[in-house]
């Protein structure tokens, strides 16, 4: 009786709230790897109060800096089941759960970062975020993380300077394949062991742009930053699918609003913010060395693109779709 009666008042009480459009208050954690002084961390900070503003306290938002929830790849998964909603995640990572998010992990598949984002602006991008969002890694928004460059104890100009060094590199295949092929030794990691890696001599050098370079500073244990520029990797605001669609309307719009302009947001930053940090660690020592001729590098990717897509014919399309965007 008891039972039946509080089954029923649930019942009307659900019914009351979905006529009110009221979804019950959620709280919301949200992934991100980088500390203070990061473009993205502001920018996730601003994703947390405009949601916050935006749902009416609805959903409440408390971003964890710093990769305090995790590595990359855990909070990927983590997300991906629901256990946290949303993760500022990097595409690289990714690509190893959603093979369509490998595009942009094929080395110098983008001309700068304007063409990535035209690419990722059109169809190449709709099919990647589909399959994002059927694998439970819905993307909000995407975010601007520059180019990726070597650092080590040297100069590098060509891939025969990459040969017999130990490389870190993110958690995906593409990349070890990508290292191998210019004759160097990659050494997948967690981005918060590098530094010590490249301090005790674990690894001769790694990989990355200069706002993370210098944030968790790696600038401070090596010596050399060569503007190979070989991977453009988008970063996303990624939420649960599950989670996100469970909203009502209103709340996605307010969720996706918010991303969108803390996407904005961090674009701006990441733009004035990525050539403070090349001055800063250019102050601090480092040596940038531009490369002119970047077709070496280019030319030591022919069999890394013929394997990935012998093993994976099904993304020539999206290959494709990338090349041929103007
Ligand atoms: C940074 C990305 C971060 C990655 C890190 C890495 O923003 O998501 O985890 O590189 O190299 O630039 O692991």
Redesign the pocket.
């Known amino acids: 009786m008891y039972q039946k009666l509080s089954a029923k008042l649930l019942g009307a009480a659900t019914a009351l709230s979905l006529m009110c459009g009221v979804a019950a208050a959620a709280d919301w954690r949200v992934w991100n ?2 500390h203070d002084g ?1 473009p ?1 961390t502001a920018a996730m900070d601003r994703f947390a109060e405009l949601v916050n503003e935006a749902t009416k306290g609805e959903i409440k938002v408390q971003v964890f800096h710093g ?1 305090v929830l995790g590595s ?1 790849p855990d909070a990927l998964e983590q997300v991906r089941i629901g256990a946290i909603e949303v993760g ?3 595409l ?2 990714i690509g190893p759960m959603v093979k369509e998010a490998n595009l942009v992990s094929l080395p110098f598949i983008f001309k700068s970062v304007p063409h990535m984002f035209r690419v990722l602006d059109g169809e190449a991008g709709d099919i990647m975020a589909k399959a994002m969002a059927g694998a439970g890694i819905l993307p909000l928004a995407w975010i601007d ?1 520059g180019a ?1 460059s070597f650092y080590s104890q040297k100069p590098i100009n060509t891939p025969d300077d990459v040969k017999g060094l130990k490389i ?3 958690n995906n295949n593409l990349y070890t394949a990508m290292i191998s092929a210019m004759g160097g030794n990659p050494s997948p990691m ?2 918060s062991e ?1 530094q010590q890696a490249l301090k005790t001599g674990v690894v001769d050098g ?4 200069f ?2 370079f210098k944030n968790v500073g790696h600038y401070e244990v090596t010596t050399h930053y060569s503007l190979s520029e070989h991977l453009i ?1 988008p ?1 996303c605001i990624c939420v649960n699918t599950k989670k996100f669609e469970a909203l009502s309307p209103e709340l996605q719009a307010a969720v996706r609003g918010a991303a969108e302009k803390a996407a904005l947001y961090q674009r701006e930053l990441w733009a004035v913010q990525s050539g403070q940090a090349r001055k800063d660690v250019e102050k601090a020592g480092i040596k940038v060395n531009e490369i002119a001729d970047k077709s070496p590098f280019q030319n030591a990717m022919g069999k890394v693109y013929e394997d990935y897509l012998a093993a994976n014919p099904d993304m020539r399309k999206l290959v494709d779709i990338a090349k041929s965007t103007k």
Do not use: D, L, T
């Not at 790694?206 to 742009?209: L, S, V, W």
């Open positions: 790897i980088h990061h993205n990769g990359q500022n995640f990097n690289g990572p993380a990726r870190r590199v993110m967690a981005f590098v790694a990989e990355n742009n706002p993370s990797i970063e």
